[in-house]
């Protein structure tokens, strides 16, 4: 089982960057497909971006071009880079960690304002 907390949210200004991390502990971390999703009030949860064990990544539209994922398997930590944020990206940003046996873990959010 895997506990999944995030940092690095906070007020940015539009066109400025912030790092997210995600912390797992837990065992067998390199296994998961790791994820980040967004949450606007009152909007469903979506995906922004993710990858895999082995390294392959995947963006929504959205997104592709100024953000980026990535994750160390040493430390248990997977991140997403955003740079060029807007105020569309403001949300609360959530940490996923899935495995094809159904096993599906959440952080509790980290929240991303983009305002002058």
């Known amino acids: 089982q895997l506990q999944l907390v995030e940092s690095g949210g906070g007020l940015v200004q539009p066109g400025g960057s912030l790092r997210l991390s995600c912390a797992a502990s837990?065992?067998?971390?390199?296994?998961?497909?790791l994820g980040w999703y967004r949450q606007d009030p009152g909007k469903q949860r979506a995906l922004v971006a993710s990858i895999t064990g082995s390294g392959i990544t995947n963006y929504a539209d959205s997104v592709k071009g100024r953000f980026t994922i990535s994750r160390d398997n040493a430390k248990n930590t997977v991140y997403l880079e955003m740079n060029s944020l807007k105020p569309e990206d403001t949300a609360v940003y959530y940490c996923?960690?899935?495995?094809?046996?159904?096993?599906?873990?959440w952080g509790k959010g980290t929240l991303v304002t983009v305002s002058p």
């Open positions: 837990g065992s067998r971390f390199s296994i998961y497909v």
């Open positions: 996923n960690a899935q495995y094809f046996n159904g096993e599906d873990y």
